[in-house]
């Protein structure tokens, strides 16, 4: 069975940064295209950032130059640095892989078919 777990949620002022983790079992997201995504009450889940399998970043706007997602295949890990937080990243985040190995990667939730089961962000100003 295939889990991704997140931790390193929590709250922090505006301004400050966060680092997410997901942790992987089963087959893993080795070789798959991963990434976070965040969801606010009311509102669709949005693509934050995926990394494909060789290592090739995508980023929503909102975030470019803020947040870095990378992974440790050696450690089935993926994690999201997230600088200069503004409340507006307020949200619940969540981990995700696709199935299939590929090598395309975007920011489509529809295409990713493991989740995690989120972690809490809050920033407060």
């Known amino acids: 069975q295939v889990q991704l777990v997140e931790s390193g949620g929590g709250s922090v002022q505006a301004g400050g940064s966060l680092r997410l983790s997901c942790a992987a079992s089963?087959?893993?997201?080795?070789?798959?295209?991963a990434g976070w995504f965040r969801q606010v009450p009311g509102k669709e889940r949005e693509g934050v950032a995926v990394i494909d399998r060789d290592g090739i970043t995508r980023y929503a706007d909102s975030v470019k130059g803020r947040f870095t997602v990378t992974r440790d295949n050696a450690k089935n890990s993926l994690y999201l640095q997230m600088n200069s937080l503004k409340s507006e990243d307020t949200g619940m985040y969540y981990c995700?892989?696709?199935?299939?190995?590929?090598?395309?990667?975007?920011?489509?939730?529809?295409?990713?078919?493991?989740w995690g089961q989120g972690t809490q962000v809050t920033v407060f100003s």
């Open positions: 995700a892989a696709r199935t299939i190995r590929e090598k395309s990667c975007s920011t489509n939730m529809y295409a990713f078919g493991r």
């Open positions: 089963g087959y893993g997201i080795v070789g798959y295209c």
